[in-house]
């Protein structure tokens, strides 16, 4: 419901990465708190809204406290969610391209996703 009225406003708004943090962060914390599906996610429906809301992609997108990738407000199965939500292309994060692992790997080996 929440993400519901972000949606509906969400042409409104011009956002900084710091902000769509705080927003998400309003937001159960993952799908497992409420017994659904990583798809059913409303951290990854919130991020797909405010991804093009947001005034600075390439910090949304960093390892940084608020970016995607830090992993604190998204899951990594979150995280690989949003990537096939909103492709690998606009979620390709340029300045770690060197790095082995863009999305850190999972504490258990056995977790592990080839497309990760």
């Not at 951290?43 to 960093?62: G, M, P, W």
């Not at 979620?91 to 770690?96: E, G, L, M, P």
Request: hydrophobic share 40%.
């Amino acid at each position: 419901m929440v993400v519901k009225v972000l949606r509906s406003v969400a042409h409104r708004l011009v956002l900084t990465p710091e902000q769509c943090g705080w927003l998400l962060e309003a937001l159960p914390a993952t799908a497992l708190e409420l017994d659904t599906e990583i798809r059913d996610s409303p951290r990854v429906e919130a991020f797909v809204v405010l991804y093009a809301r947001c005034n600075d992609i390439a910090e949304l997108l960093s390892d940084e406290e608020c970016g995607l990738y830090s992993l604190v407000h998204l899951t990594r199965e979150e995280v690989l969610t949003v990537r096939k939500r909103l492709g690998r292309t606009r979620t390709w994060d340029i300045t770690r391209a060197g790095q082995e692992f863009i999305i850190p790997p999972p504490e258990d080996p056995a977790d592990m996703n080839p497309a990760g």
